[in-house]
């Protein structure tokens, strides 16, 4: 709870003013993290230890409203690094009746995980196909991301051979789960 107090004190000038504001903060009880649990569905293809590595609430460590933000985020970018891009994180706390005690509940479904397929390379006339692919991080068969699609697109921008450089990802249909990539 913060209760705001303030006094008008003399400003530089005749024509200002000035405010002191003094806060009095009352701090309310210190929650620990006692517990982080996981509802990660039936077979989830990553494991609990995984998404552990990616959370900055520790069991026995103090409870940090932020870390809710912050790993919400971590863990739906690390996902989208394997290609779920659709997706669902929830990251939330639930206390004791004296809010002492924190559990961190991590809810995640994955859905279907995105692989790239085949790559195409137009409109090329300095280096060759295998050259644009040795400098791509984007593989066949391995998890599309829409952060490795773009690191891609910088590093081919970076070789100076081109004077514009796009990597797009091919719509898909509903239920495929594999994406062509032109370049």
């Known amino acids: 709870v913060m209760d705001l107090q303030f006094e008008d004190v003399p400003g530089r000038s005749?024509?200002?003013?000035?405010?002191?504001?003094?806060?009095?903060?009352?701090?309310?009880?210190?929650?620990?993290?006692?517990?982080?649990?996981?509802d990660l569905g039936e077979r989830p293809a990553v494991a609990e230890a995984a998404l552990r590595t990616?959370?900055?609430?520790?069991?026995?460590?103090?409870?940090?409203?932020?870390?809710l933000v912050l790993d919400t985020r971590n863990l739906e970018t690390y996902y989208e690094s394997l290609g779920f891009l659709n997706r669902l994180v929830e990251v939330r706390a639930e206390f004791?009746?004296?809010a002492t005690e924190a559990v961190i509940v991590v809810f995640a479904r994955e859905g279907p995980q995105i692989t790239v397929g085949?790559?195409?390379?137009?409109g090329n006339e300095r280096l060759s196909r295998d050259d644009i692919l040795r400098e791509i991080t984007l593989r066949p068969g391995e998890p599309y991301s829409e952060a490795a699609r773009v690191?891609?697109?910088?590093?081919l921008y970076n070789l100076s051979s081109f004077r514009s450089v796009r990597i797009t990802a091919q719509p898909r249909l509903p239920?495929?789960?594999?994406?062509?990539?032109?370049?």
């Not at 069991?59 to 932020?66: I, L, N, T």
Request: avoid cysteine; hydrophobic fraction near 45%.
């Open 118 to 122: 085949e790559i195409t390379v137009v």
């Open 54 to 67: 990616h959370l900055n609430a520790r069991e026995s460590g103090p409870f940090v409203p932020a870390h």
């Open 96 to 98: 004791n009746a004296a």
């Open 14 to 38: 005749a024509a200002e003013g000035g405010v002191v504001i003094v806060p009095n903060i009352t701090e309310g009880p210190r929650a620990v993290v006692v517990r982080v649990v996981f």
């Open 175 to 183: 239920g495929e789960t594999v994406t062509r990539i032109v370049i």
């Open 151 to 155: 690191d891609s697109q910088r590093r």
